[in-house]
């Protein structure tokens, strides 16, 4: 059994945490910042927003959320089987704004097709570019049972960290009915 002075401990803690919380709340809208929700399909397509990459759609959806200043940012969705898709979206401070779209297929080149895959321990979200074009994530790359099937032919492969760091820039030959493994050293 609790004494008083217990009791009265326990309820200015319980107090003092929603004071606590309820600053936390009005800081965070009058710092300007609101929040980005997708519902998108596909789910794997990549989110830029303003021009830089911030990871696949599926890690901003139902349950998480992109913090962005307040004001209106140009959000693209990419993915190469898909037709790219951009529009504006205004965040307001303190509130999530949801952006729904399903994009519609791309035309997909004709065999024969060779195969990329990029190994790498870590950073499961780096974005993967061919010849500049957003082509995934490495987590859709990185495993026996996954690659990147695309034209044979020489491409500029570049694996790029979410901070935006480079974590890979070389050229790649894929050959018809052939599997060109590539390692990256991951740092997000």
Known sequence: MRT??????????????????GSLSVSAQDSGTGHLKLKVNPNAAGVFVDGKYVGPAHILGWS???ALPAGEHEITLSDPRWQDFSTKVKIVAGKTT???????????????YGTLRIEA????????YLNGKFMGHVDEFNNSSQ???????D??????????????EQKVKIEENKTTHV?????G
Request: proline fraction near 6%.
């Open 4 to 21: 008083t002075a217990e009791r009265l401990h326990v309820f200015m803690l319980g107090a003092c945490l929603i004071i606590l919380l």
């Open 64 to 66: 998480c959320w992109y």
């Open 98 to 112: 949801t952006l729904k779209h399903s994009l519609h297929d791309a035309l997909t080149p004709h065999p024969p």
């Open 121 to 128: 321990a870590t950073g499961m979200y780096s974005a993967v």
């Open 147 to 153: 690659g990147l099937m695309i034209t044979p032919g």
């Open 155 to 168: 491409y500029d492969l570049k694996v790029v960290s979410l901070a935006g760091s480079s974590e890979l």
């Open 183 to 187: 390692r990256a050293s991951s740092a």
